[in-house]
């Protein structure tokens, strides 16, 4: 309604069968990363806003709302806001 746009997360704590090589995909690369390359400052390999988000999305057991605001929300290449929300804010 509001043209908004987001995603949805999801951890899961898998077997190490579930482990595999690189894949490609239409998407892309899917490769198992760890954490701190996923956090790593200048990282330009991942979306620029995971690093605000994702460690609190590991540590809070509680699904929220996480919300980016960008100078030219086209490009997204200038986070000028970030907040969390809980999912009953609107």
């Given at each position: 309604?509001?043209?908004?746009?987001?995603?949805?997360?999801?951890?899961?704590?898998?077997?190490e069968k579930f482990l595999f090589t690189k894949r490609d995909t239409r998407e892309g690369l899917l490769e198992w990363k760890n954490l701190?390359?996923?956090?790593?400052?200048?990282?330009?390999?991942?979306?620029?806003?995971?690093?605000?988000?994702?460690?609190?999305?590991?540590?809070?057991?509680?699904?929220?709302?996480?919300?980016?605001?960008?100078?030219?929300?086209?490009?997204?290449?200038?986070?000028?806001?970030?907040?969390?929300?809980?999912?009953?804010?609107?």
């Amino acid at each position: 309604k509001n043209n908004k746009k987001g995603m949805y997360a999801y951890f899961f704590i898998l077997p190490e069968k579930f482990l595999f090589t690189k894949r490609d995909t239409r998407e892309g690369l899917l490769e198992w990363k760890n954490l701190d390359w996923v956090l790593k400052k200048d990282n330009k390999e991942i979306a620029e806003n995971i690093k605000y988000f994702l460690p609190e999305m590991i540590n809070i057991k509680t699904p929220m709302k996480y919300h980016c605001t960008y100078l030219n929300p086209e490009d997204k290449n200038e986070l000028t806001k970030f907040e969390v929300r809980s999912l009953e804010d609107n």
